[in-house]
């Protein structure tokens, strides 16, 4: 994303974030309700570099954002150095993690990996906004909402500027 190009077109974040209309919901990660198991099947069947992390499939409440490289050493580290994780191993990324029956195995504890404070707007903001919150933080990826309504990633921008100047190539103005 070049400075030098200004982005001047009246598109909202809903129009470029992710999930589109027809595509599967997002893929988040509950906070304390998988198993180690549960977290590798989603590492494995998809390519995402991050995921966000919610209360609960049924809430979908924002609480932080782990990235896959984090997610696969930590969990790769734990089942080889750490006692008692195996794959029914529930994943926990709360402050607080529940106690569990004495029979079931260890809890492993991610709070550590969990980016706390993921950068986050509505989806009514302009994509004029979205393009310099890019430029200005030097994000990766941001999130819509508390209540998760959605992902953006620089790709997502620079496809749909990319988009807007094959449609209209005097919008994109360069200095
Ligand atoms: P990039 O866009 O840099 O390739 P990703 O591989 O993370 O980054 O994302 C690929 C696409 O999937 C982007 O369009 C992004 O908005 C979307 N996306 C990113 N994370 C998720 C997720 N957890 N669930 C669903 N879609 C996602």
Redesign the pocket.
């Known amino acids: 994303l070049e400075a030098k190009e200004e982005f001047s077109h009246k598109t909202r974040a809903m129009d470029v ?3 589109r209309k027809n ?6 990660i509950t906070q304390d309700s998988m198993s180690v198991e549960d977290v590798e099947t989603i590492v494995s069947s ?7 992390v919610v209360v609960s499939r049924t809430s979908q409440r924002l609480v932080g954002f782990v990235l ?1 490289r984090d997610l696969i050493i930590s969990i790769e580290n734990a089942r080889k150095k750490q006692d008692g994780i195996v794959s029914t191993s529930v994943i926990c990324f709360t402050d607080y993690c529940p106690p569990l029956p004495p029979s079931s195995p260890s809890v492993l504890k991610l709070r550590s990996i969990l980016d706390l404070s993921p950068f986050t707007v509505t989806d009514e903001t302009p994509m004029e906004i979205v393009v310099d919150i890019f430029r200005k933080l030097g994000l ?2 941001f999130s819509f909402s508390r209540k998760l309504l ?7 921008v620079l ?1 749909h500027i990319a988009q807007m100047a094959n449609q209209d190539p005097d919008s994109i103005l360069f200095n």
Do not use: E, N, Q
């Open positions: 974030m992710r999930p595509d599967p919901p997002l893929t988040v998809t390519t995402y570099s991050g995921y966000p896959r990766r990826h959605g992902i953006i990633t620089k790709k997502d496809k």
